[in-house]
């Protein structure tokens, strides 16, 4: 991975880093964003439900067989369906994804992000916004990146790699001052 491009001694104190994004960055900002999707109450219950019916279906054949064509749709469409998950979340969207980013010229330049109390401005050689924290949607972070939400699924991505540990401390100050979610 490549490290921010401006580095200076004063860098603790600042509020402004300047880098370059790669495709693994988006990759990694993604499954970010896919594993809240997956933690949204609707989902988690959809899935406790499907399992739940899939362990009843189980329970109940152990005592007396359905017609064959019947177990085998309904075990075929649990374990697809479990698999399906896997490979989407592993291969399909990260390939997609690195995709993407190649499409994408804006993630070609070098970003300046920069935040204070009021919000972030993101900034690159196609334009610049300035984001109030109020404006924002919500954010999420993980131990790589941090999002900045507009709406459900639109971002600017902010890899913790650029970030040394006091400014991810002054960031969260900032973040949390105007309760956003």
Not at 123 to 142: S, Y
Not at 148 to 166: D, K, Q
């Amino acid at each position: 991975m490549t490290e921010p491009i401006t580095s200076s001694p004063s860098q603790a104190q600042s509020r402004s880093v300047t880098f370059q994004l790669d495709p693994e960055d988006y990759v990694t900002a993604n499954q970010l964003h896919v594993r809240k999707q997956y933690r949204r109450p609707l989902f988690v219950v959809f899935s406790a439900c499907v399992i739940l019916a899939y362990l009843v279906f189980f329970v109940m054949t152990r005592h007396r067989p359905p017609p064959e064509l019947i177990g085998i749709i309904v075990h075929g469409a649990f374990w697809v369906g479990v698999a399906s998950l896997f490979v989407a979340y592993f291969f399909t969207m990260p390939r997609q994804t690195r995709k993407v980013f190649h499409e994408q010229k804006g993630f070609q330049y070098p970003l300046t992000l920069s935040w204070s109390e009021d919000g972030i401005e993101v900034q690159n050689q196609q334009g610049r916004a300035t984001l109030p924290w109020g404006d924002l949607f919500r954010w999420a972070e993980d131990r790589q990146m941090i999002l900045f939400y507009h709406s459900s699924r639109i971002f600017h991505m902010l890899p913790r790699r650029v970030l040394n540990e006091a400014q991810v401390d002054d960031l969260h100050r900032c973040i949390k001052t105007p309760k956003i979610k």
